[in-house]
């Protein structure tokens, strides 16, 4: 993210010194709190000023990064995200000393049984729009979606590895909260689960996973009002020719490969708002990709020099070259 908005920021500037005359209006917008989501960022920004960010299309996170499958690379472009909606399931008991846990029902051990349950849940697989395209890409067709993922590892691990995320919703628990005391028997236990949703995957499909799933008389808290994300931008661009003609010029052979992003960028505002095509694209060819995906949100996080000289060749080209 850092190195986007260093070579972004860079083309910019360069672009207007050098007085460049381009085909229309290129806006260079730089907004935290996406990592937050206290709406004081693009979500605002695109909400209550959306003249200042209007664009007919928009580079951001979340792609770019170089893989070879098969012996052939692929630029990966996110055209779409999942969206989060995630949950609580709240169990109840009662309290008591823990000198005596007979005398009480210890919510917390009713968490086991849930916890257990929520690890074999299998939602439902599907190949949404963007996937297989993915899968087109890559395989030269489209498998039946029982075999997408074999035939995904079987090309490289590493496709499988980005694709196993793709086909359904995931539920991955992350906190749970009982007792604030050692000597306090819990009469409450709140699991927290994050929950990804596939662009057009609703809540009330999660809920019924759930309710035919899950033993126990727990209780289900949605934590946000409505999900958020889970939208997509379309293939067929002058974006998509853009950036397809930048990976050619580049690495002749290579070719672009639509992905949808696991997680989650700021992109779905502009989207939501403003009807913006925004790709997740900022290329990453110096660094091993495996390594690069391992250092994210870790220790010794860093970006490749080159990959920032990349970066700055890649919006340059767009915005000289881009036409609505």
């Known amino acids: 993210m850092k190195g986007h908005v260093a070579a972004a920021a860079v083309a910019f500037a360069s672009l207007a010194r050098e007085g460049a005359r381009l085909p229309g209006d290129v806006v260079l917008a730089l907004t935290a709190d996406e990592e937050v989501g206290d709406d004081y960022g693009a979500s605002w920004l695109a909400r209550e000023h959306p003249d200042a960010v209007r664009t007919a299309f928009a580079l951001n996170e979340g792609g770019g990064e170089r893989c070879v499958f098969g012996g052939r690379v692929y630029y990966l472009c996110a055209v779409g995200e ?11 008991g009662r309290s008591g000393h823990a000198s005596d846990p007979h005398a009480a ?3 917390l051990l009713r968490a086991g049984p849930v916890l257990e349950a929520l690890a074999r849940l299998e939602p439902p697989r599907t190949l949404v729009t963007e996937v297989r395209g993915f899968l087109e890409t890559i395989l030269g ?4 979606v029982e075999e997408a993922l074999d035939r995904a590892r079987s090309l490289h691990p590493l496709a499988g590895q980005l694709l196993a995320p793709l086909l359904a919703a995931t539920l991955s628990p ?4 009982a007792s604030r005391k050692r000597n306090v028997i ?3 236990c709140v699991i927290e689960v994050d929950c990804r949703l596939l662009p057009g995957q609703r809540r009330d499909e999660v809920e019924a996973l759930l309710r035919a799933g ?3 008389g727990w209780e289900l808290e949605w934590i946000v009002a409505e999900h958020v994300g889970g939208t997509s931008s379309p293939l067929e661009t002058p974006l998509w020719a853009g950036l397809e003609a930048w990976v050619e010029e580049t690495e002749p052979g290579a070719r672009l490969a639509p992905v949808v992003c696991a997680g989650f960028t700021d992109s779905h505002y502009l989207r939501k708002h403003l009807g913006t095509t925004v790709y997740g694209f900022f290329p990453l060819r110096a660094m091993d990709v495996e390594l690069a995906a391992s250092l994210v949100h ?3 996080e860093r970006i490749a020099v080159d990959d920032l000289e990349l970066g700055v060749d890649l919006f340059r080209h767009v915005a000289t070259t881009l036409r609505a």
């Open 82 to 92: 999942k969206a989060t909606a995630p949950f609580k399931l709240r169990l109840r």
């Open 141 to 144: 067709e489209v498998p039946p």
């Open 105 to 107: 029902d210890n919510a």
């Open 186 to 188: 819990p009469g409450t």
């Open 174 to 177: 992350t906190m749970i909260e």
């Open 298 to 300: 870790s220790a010794d």
């Open 214 to 216: 899950v033993p126990g």
